[in-house]
């Protein structure tokens, strides 16, 4: 089967992960993604062998994050200082569908590889951008990362309990989010010049994905001018809450407020006697008197492991499911048989698992094909065959150092 991207090609001129990682979705869909990069240097992710205290480095060499958001793509060097540089490239967009980029836009002007630049060598191209901030404003020019769309967004007071300070969650929540809103803007942009004939820029930013992300969160503010409370274990709606189990495992349950779900609760949990007790038996009451049924729940729920209580849930049809740990989720046969985990043969890894792409099309195949590349691995192969440059120009291009 083919791919729904097949015959799309895709110049990427990004580091890191949020625009990397979209690319390498269109790659997923299969596009042709190449990454221009600069000669001995490359993206700085290559090189990204830990972050604080966690450790990222691959045997042999390599980092897990550049395997991530470098999937599916081939490399190519190119020093963009020199104007034969910037040809090579411009060369190169007169023969592709989509550019992405995320550097700041001051260097992106520096080296001549701007929306209105390449228009005119392609006026077909989608040119799509990412920043930290959005494209106006002024902290328009301002780089950043994952952390600061949790933090400028309201995410890092979304989460944790009430009492507690703001909290990040782990790495690349907002990048990767970030990374869907790119190719998911990239498709739409070029499903309208299928119908146009129109090329077009689009602009992405950490903080706009963010926002969008707390979609419900942000228009509750907005709207109804409170926050939305974090979640306070203790005292929250007891069907609408997670519990830990006799193993020390957890899981969460969450039943709508209204009343018909009690009694089937109540069996459910082998304490049908609770249907009518008068602290509980409507749902103001429940709400009202929450830490005391979560605190008899809890009693409860201890008394058994994780997946005989899964197992009654599911037999009553109840809302559930487990709290996984990441090192769980290889083994969530829901995840292994939806291939949202797949294996995948790596040259230098051998059989490894990572992430499969979470849609399933019946007449495409999507996932990822191939690995990060190595700096530079299709250097020559990209310029002879998609810019048309013979061998002793290319030999002559790496002689002077621009590829």
């Not at 793509?73 to 550019?99: M, P, Q």
């Not at 007071?157 to 790119?182: A, N, R």
């Not at 903080?207 to 409370?229: C, H, K, R, S």
């Amino acid at each position: 089967m083919e791919q729904p991207l097949e015959g799309i090609r895709v110049l990427e001129l990004g580091m890191f992960h949020a625009g990397p990682g979209g690319s390498a979705i269109l790659g997923d869909l299969g596009a042709e993604v190449i990454k221009m990069e600069s000669p001995g240097t490359g993206d700085p992710v290559r090189s990204l062998k830990r972050v604080s205290y966690v450790l990222l480095e691959l045997k042999g060499g390599g980092s897990i994050w550049h395997e991530a958001a470098n999937r599916n793509k081939k490399s190519i060097t190119i020093d963009l200082k020199t104007a034969k540089g910037r040809e090579v490239v411009y060369r190169l967009v007169s023969k592709s569908d989509v550019f992405v980029t995320s550097l700041r836009a001051p260097a992106v002007e520096k080296m001549g590889m701007t929306y209105p630049e390449l228009a005119k060598i392609n006026p077909r191209l989608i040119y799509a951008r990412v920043s930290s901030f959005g494209q106006k404003g002024p902290d328009r020019d301002i780089g950043g990362f994952d952390y600061q769309g949790q933090g400028r967004s309201g995410m890092m007071y979304s989460v944790g309990e009430p009492q507690m300070t703001p909290l990040v969650s782990q790495f690349g929540i907002i990048d990767q989010t970030t990374s869907i809103m790119l190719s998911h803007s990239v498709i739409t942009a070029l499903f309208q010049r299928e119908r146009t004939g129109i090329g077009q820029e689009i602009h992405v930013s950490i903080l706009g994905t963010a926002l969008f992300m707390l979609y419900d969160n942000v228009i509750t503010a907005l709207v109804g001018g409170f926050e939305v409370p974090r979640h306070q274990r203790a005292t929250e709606y007891p069907l609408r809450n997670f519990y830990q189990c006799a193993d020390d495992k957890w899981f969460i349950v969450t039943l709508p407020a209204v009343d018909k779900y009690w009694p089937i609760f109540c069996r459910a949990i082998e304490h049908p006697e609770m249907e009518n007790d008068d602290r509980f038996d409507t749902f103001e009451k429940r709400l009202t008197n929450s830490a005391e049924l979560v605190t008899i729940l809890d009693r409860i729920f201890v008394t058994r492991p994780r997946e005989e209580w899964l197992k009654i849930l599911t037999e009553y049809d109840l809302p559930h499911s487990p709290v996984n740990r990441l090192t769980e989720l290889k083994d969530d046969r829901q995840i292994l048989e939806n291939d949202y985990i797949v294996d995948f043969d790596h040259p230098r890894l051998g059989r490894i698992q990572i992430p499969g792409y979470p849609a399933q099309f019946s007449q495409s195949k999507v996932g990822t094909t191939r690995c990060a590349p190595e700096l530079g691995e299709h250097t020559e192969a990209v310029l002879a065959e998609i810019g048309g440059y013979s061998s002793a120009e290319i030999a002559a291009l790496r002689a002077e150092g621009v590829v």
